[in-house]
């Protein structure tokens, strides 16, 4: 079985600071790894996703996250956040392969402040 | 392309009672799963639909239910309702099973 802890659950940063979200996984099988956020009232947007390949994937907004297998982690960072970053993130693991579910962390709450 | 669509997006309903969620997936898309996303226990997986078969299931009691139609909507049911069942109830649909899970916007469950 496979379980995400994210280690902060609220994160304040000051706007155009750089940011670091952390995320560590635990599985005894081969795993994607997946970072959604989700705005106030809203569903949840994939923000990236590592399935293979590169362990460094970025997204189009500016997010990166690097795959570290020997660490578990899969930290997203941001060199520069805005306020409009402010939001909930969530870290997901699921088994590769096939019809697995997504294993989600608790969330981390990142509050930027102008 | 049209994304994940959830009806309704808010409900409320009073225990004992039993409620219908829609779910209509990204077009071309084959799987729907559901999640249940509440403060206390945060995001949980409930089951996966693909071609109208249940491929995977969450920790749920049996109240919790749901089916998928051949034109790969999905619907979720809750049989006599428990204050508890209170909660975001996100559909994901994709396309394949290995492939990444776009969400709805999710229907808000009140039980009073």
């Known amino acids: 079985a496979q379980s995400v802890t994210q280690l902060d659950s609220q994160v304040p940063v000051f706007e155009e600071a750089p940011v670091e979200l952390r995320c560590n996984y635990s599985?005894?099988?081969?795993?994607?790894l997946f970072w959604y956020v989700q705005y106030p009232n809203q569903g949840l947007q994939l923000l990236l996703k590592?399935?293979?390949?590169?362990?460094l994937v970025e997204s189009i907004n500016g997010f990166e996250a690097e795959f570290n297998k020997s660490q578990t982690s899969f930290h997203l960072r941001k060199p520069s956040v805005h306020i409009s970053d402010t939001a909930e993130y969530f870290c997901a693991v699921s088994e590769a392969g096939g019809y697995n579910k997504l294993i989600f962390g608790a969330g981390t709450r990142l509050a930027v402040h102008p | 392309k049209a994304g994940v669509t959830q009806t309704p997006r808010y409900l409320i309903k009073t225990r004992g009672q039993q409620v219908t969620l829609s779910c209509s997936p990204i077009s071309g898309h084959r799987s729907v799963s559901w999640y249940q996303q509440t403060p206390g226990q945060g995001l949980q997986f409930l089951f996966e639909?693909?071609?109208?078969?249940?491929?995977n299931k969450g920790n749920f009691p049996g109240r919790f239910s749901g089916r998928q139609f051949s034109n790969s909507r999905s619907e979720m049911n809750v049989s006599t309702l428990e204050l508890g069942d209170s909660a975001l109830y996100l559909c994901?649909?994709?396309?394949?099973?290995?492939?990444?899970?776009?969400f709805g916007p999710g229907t808000r469950l009140t039980v009073l």
């Open positions: 994901a649909s994709r396309l394949d099973p290995n492939s990444e899970q776009f």
């Open positions: 590592y399935l293979s390949g590169s362990t």
């Open positions: 599985s005894s099988v081969s795993v994607y």
């Open positions: 639909y693909f071609s109208e078969t249940q491929r």
